[in-house]
């Protein structure tokens, strides 16, 4: 199978979606799995070999590298200071707030339930513990968990 770009979604080769996904303005790399209930959002990408598992949620601005793992129910954040109305009672709209980016290195496993606020940069082959809520980066090689997250152990 070629790459695809179907509903302002690029698409790899041999990318598995399975249903109720909802995908728009994304990439996916090729071989990747997207599990169902998962929304990733424009400007957020996918990179190879990843497997995003069921009800999680990835938005504008996250950015995934290859061989990712991420468990279910996984929430990234992108706005440090979320408002639904402007200081006139206005609605907000994508001009009214700056995209905060988040980085997952290749290798990186996030458990599920996870919540990873925006900003922060999970390192190479980093492990996020089921239920941690990642606050600040997290060192390539490391094992952190709870809430917020800190290291627990540093892997070979």
């Not at 041999?14 to 790399?29: A, E, S, T």
């Not at 990179?47 to 929430?75: A, L, W």
């Not at 980016?101 to 900003?119: P, Q």
Request: hydrophobic residues 35%.
């Amino acid at each position: 199978m070629e790459k695809k770009n179907i509903n302002n979604v690029e698409l790899g080769k041999d990318v598995k979606i399975f249903d109720f996904v909802n995908l728009y303005g994304c990439k996916i790399d090729d071989n990747s799995k997207i599990g169902t209930f998962v929304e990733i959002q424009k400007n957020a990408s996918v990179g190879k070999n990843c497997k995003i598992s069921s009800h999680t949620f990835i938005c504008e601005g996250v950015h995934i590298g290859d061989n990712v793992f991420v468990g279910h129910n996984v929430t990234f954040i992108n706005d440090k200071y979320p408002r639904s109305t402007n200081e006139d009672g206005s609605m907000q709209n994508e001009t009214d707030w700056n995209v905060v980016e988040t980085i997952v290195k290749k290798g990186a496993s996030i458990g599920s339930s996870s919540t990873i606020l925006c900003g922060v940069t999970i390192g190479e082959n980093a492990i996020v513990g089921a239920g941690a809520v990642v606050t600040k980066d997290v060192p390539a090689n490391t094992v952190v968990a709870g809430v917020p997250a800190k290291i627990i152990k540093k892997i070979k």
